[in-house]
Structure formats: structure tokens, C-alpha cells
């Protein structure tokens, strides 16, 4: 057999071999494009879960009540527009003169969303709610009071959160009991609920509703105990 005869029987086998690493070659790239399509799918259920599984777990907590450097002094100075008409603006002379209850809220937090229709409750039975709308779009901030209903004698709005800053928030929701001098008594970390309703929050307002009423100050001693 010539030489000529070999170099033509050898060069399918060449071709053939070429072909077949090809092949080879991109069947690792194949699978890895299947991979990353699938890590990317995954991804969105993973952040949802994740979400779903810390909200769980702060609803699973129990409401604080703290004492922190937001207790014994006024409500921080402000002049904030309010929610229903932001062309006039609210200051602390806005204020309602009795004691009340300042609740920090947002359309965008879950526990807000969880906490509205105990409030609506406190509305129905005479507790005066001053909202601080937080951080919030004006349009889904009064879309949200529009769907659950407003139990606020009136709402702040705090767009950059300042206020809630000063006040001394740590995240939504959280309350701030007022007594009719203006001065922050008690601090609630949280959801307002029936619960820590009845065993915390009412002893401290009855003891400042009855200071109040007598035009006294409420005694400290009794407010460490009370509103503890």
C-alpha cells in the first residue's frame, strides 16, 4: 500500500476524533447552562422564603415595653406636614392637650398591616391615636387608611424619619405613650394587641388620664411602677 493510501484511510479517523472532543467539549458547557438556569429560578423562591421565615419569627416574638432615653421628656419639636393635606403643617402645638398615644406606622410594614384593626378597635372605644406615617409614599399611605380605615385624630408625615429618629424608634410599629403635658411615658417596641393592652398600656393611661383630670402631674413613682 502506497503512502498516499495510508494518508487517505487516516484522515477520517482524524475528523472523527476532532468531532468527538468537540462533543465532548460542549457537553460540560450544555450542563452548566442548565445549571445557571436553575440557580436563577431558585434564586426569587429563596428571597421569598427567606422573608416569609424572618417575618414569622419577628411575629413570633413577644411586644416589648423599654426604657430607653426616649421616657421623661417632651415629644421632640417638629414642624411636619399632615398626611391628609400636606400644604398645612403640624407642629407640637397640634398636639391633643389629654394623654394619648403616638403610633409610628408605614403601607409597607407587614406588622402595621397585622397591628390596623387593633387600633381601629382602640379608635372605636375613645383612645386618642396620633399617627407619624413613616418613611412612606403619600399615595399607598392613604391608600392604606382608605382600605383598613383611620383611627388617628390625625397623621404626621415623616418622609425623611427624623422625627421617628428623634423620638427614639428602633422599627415599626412602635407607640409612645403622651401624657396631657406632653411628656413620653411609656414605649412600646412592636404591635399594640389586646394583651399587652390590658396588662401594661391601660394601668399606665388610667394613671395618666387620672393625673390629668385632677390637673396635677402624674407622680414618678407611680409612673416607674405603672408604665413600667
Known amino acids: 500500500m502506497s503512502p498516499s493510501d495510508n494518508s487517505s484511510q487516516k484522515t477520517p479517523d482524524n475528523k472523527g476524533t476532532a468531532n468527538n472532543k468537540a462533543a465532548a ?4 458547557t450544555k450542563t452548566m447552562k442548565k445549571s445557571q438556569m436553575k440557580i436563577w429560578f431558585l434564586i426569587p423562591l429563596i428571597v421569598f422564603a427567606g422573608f416569609v421565615v424572618m417575618l414569622y419569627m419577628r411575629l413570633g416574638q413577644p411586644t416589648d ?14 414642624e411636619l406636614p399632615l398626611l391628609s393635606d400636606t400644604s398645612r403643617i403640624m407642629t407640637n402645638d397640634n398636639l391633643p392637650d389629654q394623654p394619648f398615644l403616638m403610633n409610628i406606622w408605614g403601607s409597607w410594614c407587614p406588622t402595621c398591616i397585622i397591628e390596623h384593626p387593633f387600633l381601629m378597635q382602640l379608635e372605636e372605644r375613645g383612645v386618642n391615636l396620633v399617627g407619624v406615617n413613616y418613611k412612606d409614599d ?29 423620638l427614639g424608634l428602633t422599627g ?36 395618666l388620664n387620672e393625673a390629668d383630670k385632677n390637673n396635677v402631674s402624674p407622680d414618678a413613682t407611680q409612673v416607674k411602677e405603672m408604665c413600667k
Open 172 to 207: 415599626a410599629p412602635e407607640t409612645f405613650v403622651v401624657d396631657g403635658e406632653g411628656i413620653i411615658r411609656q414605649h412600646i417596641v412592636g404591635e399594640i394587641n389586646e394583651s399587652n393592652w390590658q396588662s401594661r398600656i391601660t394601668p399606665c393611661l388610667m394613671l
Open 65 to 78: 415595653i423599654v426604657t430607653n432615653t426616649a421616657l421623661e421628656r417632651p415629644v421632640p419639636t417638629f
Open 138 to 166: 403619600i399615595g399607598n399611605a392613604l391608600g392604606y387608611l382608605n382600605r383598613g380605615g383611620d383611627p388617628f385624630s390625625m397623621s404626621i408625615q415623616d418622609l425623611s424619619g427624623q422625627f421617628a429618629l428623634d
Open 25 to 28: 467539549n460542549n457537553k460540560p
